[in-house]
């Protein structure tokens, strides 16, 4: 490889890396709060169970069995559920880096990186895959699918969000208002006063 490309690579490697910036950050902090609320709903889950099998011991053992059983489903299934929501996480957040660096290197048109890059690509399907076949053994084939579609509804939705961002932030529909002469301006277009609210 040039020596010449492998700052610029690491320089844009390390960049990628940085949580403040841009939509990967936005994508990180969206990937942590879905991570904080299932183990809400796990909590939740936990807690009404343990209400609902409390409620049944009084009414007979075959219900009181019966919720149990359906306690320990529901928090299986939350467990399958975080497990595959935090691998398709780690697979999404790696395919968007290793997509920029692609770009970066068709740019440079550097044939030997673009080629580095497509091996580590299929690497990363191929986690992805490993993945969800120990959750299939472990969990079946019904509960894994069902994880998938909601998995695939919520980053449909996620994709969907960061495209707004990103264009609000190229300027497009709306964005930051421009500045004059280093002062921002109000929508209207006049100077904005100093230590006050752009309206």
């Known amino acids: 490889m040039k020596s010449s490309t492998l700052p610029l690579l690491i320089g844009a490697f390390s960049l990628l890396a940085m ?5 990967f950050a936005q994508e990180e902090s969206t990937q942590q709060e879905a991570t904080e609320k299932a ?38 299934d939350m467990a399958m559920k975080r497990q595959l929501a935090n691998a398709e996480s780690r697979y999404r957040v790696r395919s968007a880096k290793l997509a920029k660096l692609a770009t970066i290197a068709e740019e ?5 990186m673009i080629g580095r890059i497509a091996k580590l690509q299929t690497k990363n399907e191929g986690i992805r895959e490993r993945k969800i076949v120990q959750l299939r053994e472990k969990y079946g084939d019904e509960t894994v699918d069902s994880g998938l579609k909601k998995v695939e509804a ?5 994709k969907a969000v960061a495209e707004k961002v990103r264009s609000k932030a190229k300027g497009k ?4 208002p421009e500045k004059v002469g280093g002062k921002p301006v109000k929508k209207d277009g006049k100077p904005a006063k100093k230590g006050g609210r752009s309206s």
């Not at 949580?19 to 939509?23: A, D």
């Not at 919520?154 to 996620?158: L, P, S, T």
Request: neutral net charge; hydrophobic residues 25%; without cysteine.
């Open 19 to 23: 949580p403040e910036n841009g939509v």
């Open 39 to 76: 183990a809400d709903k796990v909590e939740k889950t936990d807690q009404e169970a343990t209400e609902i099998a409390k409620e049944k011991v009084g009414s007979g053992k075959e219900e009181a069995d019966a919720a149990k059983e359906k306690a320990a489903k529901a928090k299986t």
């Open 108 to 112: 440079k048109g550097d044939q030997e």
């Open 154 to 158: 919520v980053a449909g939705n996620r």
């Open 173 to 176: 529909k709306g964005g930051k």
